[in-house]
Protein backbone atom coordinates (compact mmCIF):
# COMPACT_ATOMS: atom_id res chain seq x y z
CA UNK A 1 0.00 0.00 0.00
CA UNK A 2 1.31 3.49 -0.69
CA UNK A 3 0.00 5.97 1.98
CA UNK A 4 0.59 9.10 -0.34
CA UNK A 5 -1.49 7.51 -3.16
CA UNK A 6 -4.22 7.16 -0.90
CA UNK A 7 -3.72 10.31 0.30
CA UNK A 8 -3.68 12.13 -3.19
CA UNK A 9 -6.66 10.30 -3.93
CA UNK A 10 -8.37 11.34 -1.17
CA UNK A 11 -10.76 14.83 -1.55
CA UNK A 12 -13.35 16.67 -0.01
CA UNK A 13 -16.30 15.37 -2.24
CA UNK A 14 -18.87 17.55 -3.32
CA UNK A 15 -21.19 14.94 -4.62
CA UNK A 16 -22.00 11.37 -3.53
CA UNK A 17 -23.57 8.34 -4.68
CA UNK A 18 -26.82 8.30 -2.92
CA UNK A 19 -27.36 4.75 -3.76
CA UNK A 20 -24.04 3.16 -2.78
CA UNK A 21 -23.63 2.29 1.00
CA UNK A 22 -20.65 1.66 3.52
CA UNK A 23 -20.69 -2.30 4.74
CA UNK A 24 -20.84 -2.78 8.72
CA UNK A 25 -17.16 -4.18 8.23
CA UNK A 26 -16.39 -0.11 6.67
CA UNK A 27 -18.03 1.57 9.23
CA UNK A 28 -16.70 -0.69 12.41
CA UNK A 29 -13.10 0.58 11.18
CA UNK A 30 -14.21 3.95 11.15
CA UNK A 31 -15.92 3.82 14.34
CA UNK A 32 -12.87 1.90 15.58
CA UNK A 33 -10.56 4.56 14.21
CA UNK A 34 -12.48 7.15 16.13
CA UNK A 35 -12.04 5.45 19.18
CA UNK A 36 -8.21 5.16 19.25
CA UNK A 37 -7.69 8.67 18.13
CA UNK A 38 -5.09 10.58 20.33
CA UNK A 39 -6.50 12.93 22.88
CA UNK A 40 -5.18 14.94 25.44
CA UNK A 41 -4.18 13.28 28.43
CA UNK A 42 -6.31 10.08 27.12
CA UNK A 43 -9.56 12.05 28.14
CA UNK A 44 -11.14 11.51 25.12
CA UNK A 45 -13.91 14.24 25.73
CA UNK A 46 -15.42 13.27 22.36
CA UNK A 47 -18.24 11.52 20.70
CA UNK A 48 -19.23 10.23 17.16
CA UNK A 49 -22.73 10.54 16.33
CA UNK A 50 -23.46 8.04 13.32
CA UNK A 51 -26.33 9.35 11.40
CA UNK A 52 -28.16 6.53 8.59
CA UNK A 53 -31.52 7.66 8.43
CA UNK A 54 -32.17 9.40 4.81
CA UNK A 55 -35.46 11.77 6.06
CA UNK A 56 -33.07 13.06 8.44
CA UNK A 57 -29.99 13.38 6.52
CA UNK A 58 -32.39 15.73 4.30
CA UNK A 59 -33.78 17.79 7.01
CA UNK A 60 -29.79 18.65 8.64
CA UNK A 61 -29.02 19.62 4.94
CA UNK A 62 -30.91 23.30 5.90
CA UNK A 63 -28.82 23.71 8.61
CA UNK A 64 -25.65 22.85 6.84
CA UNK A 65 -26.34 25.46 4.12
CA UNK A 66 -27.26 24.05 1.68
CA UNK A 67 -24.41 21.26 1.44
CA UNK A 68 -26.19 17.74 -0.45
CA UNK A 69 -23.49 15.77 0.86
CA UNK A 70 -25.26 15.26 3.74
CA UNK A 71 -27.96 13.97 2.32
CA UNK A 72 -26.40 11.90 -0.17
CA UNK A 73 -23.92 10.19 1.91
CA UNK A 74 -23.97 6.81 3.22
CA UNK A 75 -23.97 7.96 6.61
CA UNK A 76 -23.41 11.30 8.78
CA UNK A 77 -20.65 11.58 10.99
CA UNK A 78 -21.28 14.36 13.63
CA UNK A 79 -18.29 14.88 15.90
CA UNK A 80 -19.37 15.98 19.13
CA UNK A 81 -18.11 17.08 22.53
CA UNK A 82 -18.78 16.67 26.27
CA UNK A 83 -20.48 20.03 27.73
CA UNK A 84 -18.81 18.94 31.04
CA UNK A 85 -15.43 18.28 32.31
CA UNK A 86 -15.40 17.70 35.41
CA UNK A 87 -14.22 15.95 38.17
CA UNK A 88 -16.14 12.77 37.70
CA UNK A 89 -15.49 12.82 34.40
CA UNK A 90 -11.83 12.88 35.51
CA UNK A 91 -12.38 10.18 38.15
CA UNK A 92 -13.95 7.74 35.67
CA UNK A 93 -11.37 8.11 33.16
CA UNK A 94 -8.71 6.82 35.98
CA UNK A 95 -11.10 4.37 36.80
CA UNK A 96 -10.50 2.92 33.66
CA UNK A 97 -6.90 3.05 33.42
CA UNK A 98 -6.94 1.35 36.78
CA UNK A 99 -9.46 -1.60 35.21
CA UNK A 100 -7.63 -1.75 32.47
CA UNK A 101 -4.05 -1.61 33.32
CA UNK A 102 -4.32 -2.25 37.34
CA UNK A 103 -2.20 0.35 38.05
CA UNK A 104 -2.29 1.33 41.74
CA UNK A 105 -3.68 4.12 43.52
CA UNK A 106 -0.57 5.02 44.36
CA UNK A 107 0.82 5.96 40.62
CA UNK A 108 -2.57 7.46 40.17
CA UNK A 109 -3.08 9.82 42.38
CA UNK A 110 -0.93 12.33 41.95
CA UNK A 111 -1.66 12.76 38.12
CA UNK A 112 -5.51 12.48 38.51
CA UNK A 113 -4.82 14.93 41.18
CA UNK A 114 -2.97 17.29 39.12
CA UNK A 115 -5.43 16.92 36.12
CA UNK A 116 -8.78 17.58 38.77
CA UNK A 117 -6.80 21.36 40.19
CA UNK A 118 -5.76 22.03 36.25
CA UNK A 119 -9.41 21.67 35.21
CA UNK A 120 -11.10 23.69 38.23
CA UNK A 121 -8.93 26.65 37.18
CA UNK A 122 -9.74 26.81 33.51
CA UNK A 123 -13.00 28.97 32.30
CA UNK A 124 -15.76 27.23 31.02
CA UNK A 125 -14.86 28.79 27.10
CA UNK A 126 -11.12 27.28 27.95
CA UNK A 127 -12.53 23.97 28.45
CA UNK A 128 -14.36 23.85 25.36
CA UNK A 129 -11.58 25.09 23.08
CA UNK A 130 -9.52 22.30 24.50
CA UNK A 131 -11.96 20.05 23.81
CA UNK A 132 -13.02 20.95 20.47
CA UNK A 133 -9.33 20.90 19.03
CA UNK A 134 -9.54 17.05 19.96
CA UNK A 135 -12.38 16.64 17.58
CA UNK A 136 -10.15 18.25 15.31
CA UNK A 137 -7.63 14.99 15.93
CA UNK A 138 -10.47 12.39 15.53
CA UNK A 139 -11.15 14.33 12.22
CA UNK A 140 -7.63 14.26 11.09
CA UNK A 141 -7.59 10.20 11.80
CA UNK A 142 -10.79 9.62 10.14
CA UNK A 143 -10.03 11.03 6.91
CA UNK A 144 -6.30 9.50 7.03
CA UNK A 145 -8.16 5.87 8.08
CA UNK A 146 -11.32 6.81 4.99
CA UNK A 147 -8.23 7.33 2.78
CA UNK A 148 -6.97 4.37 3.28
CA UNK A 149 -9.68 2.15 2.67
CA UNK A 150 -10.71 4.02 -0.58
CA UNK A 151 -13.95 5.65 1.65
CA UNK A 152 -14.93 9.25 0.34
CA UNK A 153 -15.75 11.47 2.78
CA UNK A 154 -16.38 15.75 2.99
CA UNK A 155 -15.33 17.24 6.26
CA UNK A 156 -17.51 19.94 7.53
CA UNK A 157 -17.41 23.32 9.08
CA UNK A 158 -20.72 25.09 8.10
CA UNK A 159 -23.16 24.04 9.60
CA UNK A 160 -25.43 25.10 12.30
CA UNK A 161 -24.03 23.57 15.82
CA UNK A 162 -27.02 24.76 18.26
CA UNK A 163 -29.75 23.34 15.40
CA UNK A 164 -27.72 20.07 14.91
CA UNK A 165 -27.76 19.58 18.43
CA UNK A 166 -31.61 20.21 18.79
CA UNK A 167 -32.76 18.12 16.19
CA UNK A 168 -30.01 15.41 16.70
CA UNK A 169 -31.66 15.12 20.56
CA UNK A 170 -27.61 16.22 22.08
CA UNK A 171 -28.70 18.58 24.68
CA UNK A 172 -29.81 15.26 26.61
CA UNK A 173 -26.44 13.47 25.81
CA UNK A 174 -24.84 16.90 27.50
CA UNK A 175 -23.14 16.61 24.17
CA UNK A 176 -22.82 19.42 21.42
CA UNK A 177 -21.98 19.14 18.06
CA UNK A 178 -18.58 20.67 16.36
CA UNK A 179 -17.85 18.96 12.95
CA UNK A 180 -19.67 17.21 10.34
CA UNK A 181 -17.99 14.46 7.96
CA UNK A 182 -20.66 12.80 5.60
CA UNK A 183 -18.99 9.71 4.52
CA UNK A 184 -19.55 7.22 1.53
CA UNK A 185 -18.76 6.95 -2.08
CA UNK A 186 -17.92 8.98 -4.66
CA UNK A 187 -20.73 9.88 -7.61
CA UNK A 188 -18.97 9.44 -11.58
CA UNK A 189 -20.24 12.67 -12.35
CA UNK A 190 -18.24 14.48 -9.24
CA UNK A 191 -16.01 16.63 -11.13
CA UNK A 192 -13.85 17.42 -8.28
CA UNK A 193 -12.94 13.73 -8.19
CA UNK A 194 -10.33 14.25 -10.91
CA UNK A 195 -8.75 17.48 -9.98
CA UNK A 196 -5.65 17.79 -9.11
CA UNK A 197 -4.70 18.92 -5.96
CA UNK A 198 -3.41 22.16 -5.49
CA UNK A 199 -0.90 22.34 -2.01
CA UNK A 200 2.42 24.01 -1.99
CA UNK A 201 5.61 22.75 -2.77
CA UNK A 202 7.56 21.36 -0.43
CA UNK A 203 9.75 23.05 0.43
CA UNK A 204 7.68 26.09 0.74
CA UNK A 205 5.59 23.91 3.89
CA UNK A 206 8.28 22.27 5.21
CA UNK A 207 11.24 23.77 7.31
CA UNK A 208 14.03 22.33 8.43
CA UNK A 209 16.37 23.06 11.04
CA UNK A 210 19.65 21.13 11.70
Known amino acids: MDIIKKLEWRYAVKKFNADKMLTEDKLDKLKQAFNLTATSYGLQPIKLLVVQNKELQKELVKFSYGQKQVAQASHVFVICIEKQIDQKFIHDYFARVQQIRNTSDE????????????????????????????????????????????????????????????????????????????????????????????????????????
Not at 144 to 164: K, W
Not at 176 to 182: A, G
Request: hydrophobic share 40%; aromatic share 8%; charged share 30%.
Open 107 to 210: ILDPFKGALVESFSKKEREEVRVWATNQAYLALGTLLTVCALEEIDACPMEGFQPTSYDELLGLDKLRLTSVLVLPVGYRATDDMFATLKKVRRDLDESIIHIP
